[in-house]
């Protein structure tokens, strides 16, 4: 079946490095957040005082999407920290408008497991483990940040007081958020989930975590149905561990945007990166898959001041939504009304279980689908 025009973006950042750095610290993060006007979003299927739900798409060539999600996948190598800070405060000097209208932002980190699919994870033979106790706990190991995953990193027996401090900031407790969400502190989520002890990792597999996140959350959605994914990879190193063999396990673009479609039944997904451009031979380049999927790739710099033009240009990137059939995510009764750029029609096909198929759309003109239903 055909999903919405809709992609989740999903913004993964992959940060990657060496050298100690201070805690990260809310008073570091610069710039001030925007403010997000008005109520719910009528885009996310939530239903009105009268039941009746709604659920708007966006549809034509180079339209910007109405559902976004946005993951951020963390290299948490040691020399990330400055790189963190400098995401950080480029996302909160962007106008909280920027943002497609109903958009949610998570973080995750780049280190893979041994064993994706075992009961307790066990970080990659390539991974520094005897650096420091509880690594394998470390929040973001596949899996979302939220506080629940720092609260037991913190509780970890035999973490160090200097690690578990290094989350300074009160974590929110959703691992999806909105960009600007704040927890009960006024601290930004989206700050706090970027905590990370960042330690010699020895092993930053942005790539090869993402598909073993999916492999892992295997018939429990990653993202959310009917979205626009764009996944942001953050790093200034390129995908690669230290032996070879680990090299050859990595995922291609196409690969796993198969497997995020068929985990989660999003309509578009997209890499991007803010990651360096010179890569060794053996090593999977960023920048391949990045183009793969016609995602935004810009070289890490260590000069920029913040990240605020880099990630606003991953904001604005265009998708081709160019599928007529627009999947409403859930069982459907009734198809109340349906609507074009404001002008009802009644020329729909609707499958009688989610889906409403609109024949003759223009797919070189960005239109607004509203769908009523109950």
């Keep these: 079946m055909k999903r919405s025009a809709l992609s989740a973006v999903a913004v993964c950042l992959a940060l990657m490095s060496?050298?100690?750095?201070?805690?990260?610290?809310?008073?570091?993060?610069?710039?001030?957040?925007?403010?997000?006007?008005?109520g719910a979003t009528s885009g996310d299927g939530s239903a009105n005082a009268g039941g009746v739900k709604s659920r708007k798409f966006a549809f034509g060539k180079s339209?910007?999407?109405?559902?976004?999600?946005?993951?951020?996948?963390?290299?948490?190598?040691?020399?990330?920290?400055k790189y963190a800070q400098k995401v950080a405060s480029g996302l909160a000097a962007i106008p909280a408008s920027s943002f497609p209208e109903s958009s949610k932002l998570a973080v995750?980190?780049?280190?893979?497991?041994?064993?994706?699919?075992?009961?307790?994870?066990?970080?990659h033979q390539d991974v520094a483990r005897q650096n420091y106790a509880c690594i394998d706990r470390e929040p973001g190991f596949l899996e979302l940040v939220n506080a629940q995953s720092i609260k037991?990193?913190?509780?970890?027996?035999?973490?160090?007081s200097d690690y578990a401090a290094k989350y300074s900031l009160q974590a929110c407790e959703q691992s999806w958020f909105e960009p600007f969400?704040?927890?009960?502190?006024?601290?930004?989520?989206?700050?706090?989930?970027?905590?990370?002890?960042?330690?010699?990792?020895?092993?930053?597999?942005?790539?090869?975590?993402?598909?073993q996140i999916l492999k892992r959350n295997d018939g429990k959605p990653l993202f959310r149905q009917a979205s626009a994914v764009n996944v942001i990879f953050v790093s200034?190193?390129?995908?690669?561990?230290?032996?070879?063999?680990?090299?050859?396990?990595?995922?291609?673009?196409?690969?796993?945007?198969?497997?995020?479609?068929?985990?989660?039944?999003?309509?578009?997904?997209?890499?991007?990166?803010?990651?360096?451009?010179?890569?060794?031979?053996?090593?999977?380049?960023?920048?391949?898959?990045?183009?793969?999927?016609?995602g935004v790739a810009i070289p890490m710099d260590q000069e920029r001041a913040d990240y605020r033009d880099v990630i606003q240009k991953i904001i604005e990137s265009k998708t081709d939504l160019t599928s007529s059939?627009?999947?409403?995510?859930?069982?459907?009764?009734?198809?109340?009304?349906?609507?074009?750029?404001g002008s009802r029609i009644t020329n729909y096909e609707f499958d009688g279980r989610s889906v409403v198929k609109i024949p003759y759309l223009d797919a070189g003109k960005p239109s607004e689908i509203v769908i009523q239903y109950n």
């Design 325 to 341: 059939d627009f999947d409403l995510g859930e069982a459907v009764e009734e198809i109340l009304s349906v609507e074009v750029n």
């Design 181 to 211: 969400a704040e927890n009960a502190s006024g601290q930004r989520c989206f700050s706090a989930a970027l905590q990370n002890p960042f330690s010699p990792v020895g092993c930053e597999a942005g790539l090869l975590a993402l598909e």
């Design 236 to 294: 200034d190193e390129q995908e690669g561990c230290k032996t070879p063999e680990t090299r050859g396990q990595f995922s291609d673009a196409a690969k796993l945007v198969r497997m995020i479609k068929e985990n989660s039944g999003v309509s578009s997904v997209q890499f991007h990166g803010i990651v360096p451009t010179n890569v060794s031979d053996g090593i999977r380049k960023y920048t391949t898959e990045i183009s793969a999927t016609g």
């Design 18 to 38: 060496c050298g100690q750095d201070p805690a990260f610290t809310e008073k570091s993060i610069e710039g001030t957040p925007g403010t997000t006007e008005g």
């Design 152 to 160: 037991r990193f913190q509780s970890c027996s035999g973490v160090s």
């Design 108 to 123: 995750m980190t780049t280190m893979a497991a041994a064993n994706p699919l075992a009961t307790s994870l066990v970080a």
């Design 63 to 81: 339209v910007t999407p109405i559902v976004a999600d946005y993951l951020f996948v963390l290299d948490n190598s040691i020399s990330m920290v």
